[in-house]
């Protein structure tokens, strides 16, 4: 079965570093998004990203954070300067465009932020 | 405004039937979605409503009435397995969909 995969599973970082977080999609699908979940807390919407742009972004997602599908595989999730309230789990989505629009997530990537 | 709501944690049985309920006001409705979450893992899909009325799919079944924003989420025969969080999630205009916070279902022997 088609999956969304993610890489790292687990990242440790420093406090202000960069980190880019990756995800390839699964190859039909034409949305894209980003999650967060902060540990026992609920699944948040970051952003969300068609015909390569981003189509919607919430307030989370700010100045910071920004994506990229740099080739026709691989969507990308940047944090430019770390901070410990970044310290979630990332999960990656794509849904197709027609159909039924269900969200497949992937693993999800754990970014700690010391 | 975008909001669903769900109770926080629920207890079962093993073999009972336990009903999760969701309740949702958000824009641009384009379906009504329940994931299973266990701890530490990704969420995965279960069901998906549309049209008003029951969609059932095995011992899971879902429930939706749009003009009440109300869902629901049947399981039958609960398993040991079946201890994980349940998510409803709703679309918030186009091709976006937020979640809510969950419910912590424990079935206990």
Redesign the interface.
């Known amino acids: 079965e088609p999956e969304v995969t993610q890489t790292p599973s687990h990242q440790v970082t420093q406090m202000g570093q960069e980190v880019i977080l990756r995800c390839v999609p699964i190859s039909n699908h034409l949305?894209f998004?980003w999650?967060r979940q902060i540990l026992g807390?609920?699944?948040?919407?970051l952003v969300?990203f068609?015909n390569n742009e981003i189509?919607?972004k919430s307030e989370i997602f700010d100045d910071q954070f920004s994506v990229e599908r740099p080739d026709g595989s691989n969507f990308t999730l940047k944090i430019r300067s770390t901070k410990l309230e970044d310290s979630a789990m990332y999960?990656c989505a794509s849904?197709p465009s027609s159909g039924?629009?269900?969200?497949?997530?992937?693993?999800?990537s754990r970014l700690t932020v010391l | 405004g975008q909001n669903i709501d769900q109770p926080t944690e629920m207890t079962a049985t093993e073999g009972a039937i336990v009903q999760i309920n969701c309740t949702y006001q958000t824009s641009g409705f384009?379906?009504l979605?329940w994931y299973q979450?266990h701890a530490g893992?990704?969420?995965?899909?279960l069901s998906?409503n549309?049209l008003d009325g029951l969609e059932e799919k095995g011992r899971f079944s879902s429930f939706l009435s749009r003009s009440k924003g109300y869902s629901y989420l049947l399981l039958k025969e609960l398993q040991m397995k079946d201890s994980a969080s349940y998510?409803c999630?709703g679309p918030?205009?186009?091709?976006?969909?937020?979640?809510?916070?969950?419910t912590r279902l424990k079935v206990l022997a």
């Open positions: 949305y998004y999650y807390q609920k699944v948040e919407f969300s068609y189509s919607e999960f849904m039924a629009n269900v969200l497949t997530f992937g693993a999800g | 384009n379906g979605f979450q893992e990704a969420p995965t899909f998906y549309v998510l999630a918030s205009g186009t091709y976006k969909y937020i979640f809510g916070t969950g």
